[in-house]
């Protein structure tokens, strides 16, 4: 059974810092691309990061670029999202996701490409 797990989410003040841990399980991780998406409410689901299977290649959006960091460990099927500086537009629920058919090199934020998703994890920031 595929499984992504989500955690690391809270309350933190504007400006502090978070780490979201997603555990996979089910399939062949090294073999996916990883993304992190958002949904605050009211709003469309956004791609905030990704990052390649096999070279460690990232892609930020403008709205978390030099703020937020995805990496990954391969041994330990697990991505992360380390989330700094963090803004009264941040919250929202945060979800990793996994694609399998991933380009060398490369990955995107286009959520249709993802075939497996988490949970999610609440972020919330106070001002």
């Known amino acids: 059974e595929v499984q992504l797990v989500e955690s690391g989410g809270g309350l933190v003040q504007a400006g502090g810092s978070l780490r979201l841990s997603c555990a996979a399980s089910?399939?062949?991780?090294?073999?996916?691309?990883m993304g992190w998406f958002r949904q605050a409410p009211g709003k469309e689901r956004e791609g905030v990061a990704c990052i390649s299977h096999n070279d460690g290649t990232t892609y930020y959006s403008n709205t978390v670029r030099g703020r937020f960091t995805i990496s990954r460990d391969n041994v330990k099927n697990t991505v992360y999202l380390q989330m700094n500086g963090l803004k009264p537009e941040d919250p929202a629920v945060y979800y990793c996701?996994?694609?399998?058919?991933?380009?060398?090199?490369?990955?995107?934020?286009?959520?249709?490409?993802?075939?497996?998703w988490g949970q999610g994890a609440q972020v919330t920031v106070s001002s």
């Open positions: 996701a996994a694609e399998g058919n991933p380009s060398i090199g490369y990955c995107s934020t286009y959520g249709p490409s993802y075939n497996f």
């Open positions: 089910g399939f062949t991780f090294e073999d996916y691309a």
